[in-house]
């Protein structure tokens, strides 16, 4: 069984950065891709970011320019510097790894409020 681990959120004031960290552990044979996601009270989730195996990243329009993802392979980690930070960023976040199955962490929650 794949477990996910999320770390890293916080209250943040608005303009400023926080890094969330996700570490997979369990049976799994190929990481497809890993990515970030995130709900806000009374809306769906959404895509944050994503990143594949071979590196290749896709960013939500809202996280462009501003968020990073990158990814630790030998540590089944995946990391989002999220930087300039807005009230709108505000949510759960969430992380996701493919490897033939799907698999979510608990979600970290992220306040961006002055």
């Known amino acids: 069984q794949v477990q996910l681990v999320e770390s890293g959120g916080g209250l943040v004031q608005p303009g400023g950065s926080l890094r969330l960290s996700c570490a997979a552990s369990g049976t799994i044979f190929k990481i497809v891709a890993m990515g970030w996601y995130r709900q806000a009270p009374g809306k769906q989730r959404e895509l944050v970011a994503t990143i594949t195996s071979r590196s290749l990243t896709n960013y939500a329009d809202s996280a462009k320019g501003r968020f990073t993802i990158s990814r630790d392979s030998a540590k089944s980690t995946v990391y989002l510097q999220m930087n300039n930070l807005r009230p709108e960023d505000t949510a759960v976040y969430y992380c996701?790894?493919?490897?033939?199955?799907?698999?979510w962490g608990q979600g970290t929650q992220v306040t961006v409020s002055s």
């Open positions: 996701n790894v493919q490897y033939g199955r799907v698999a």
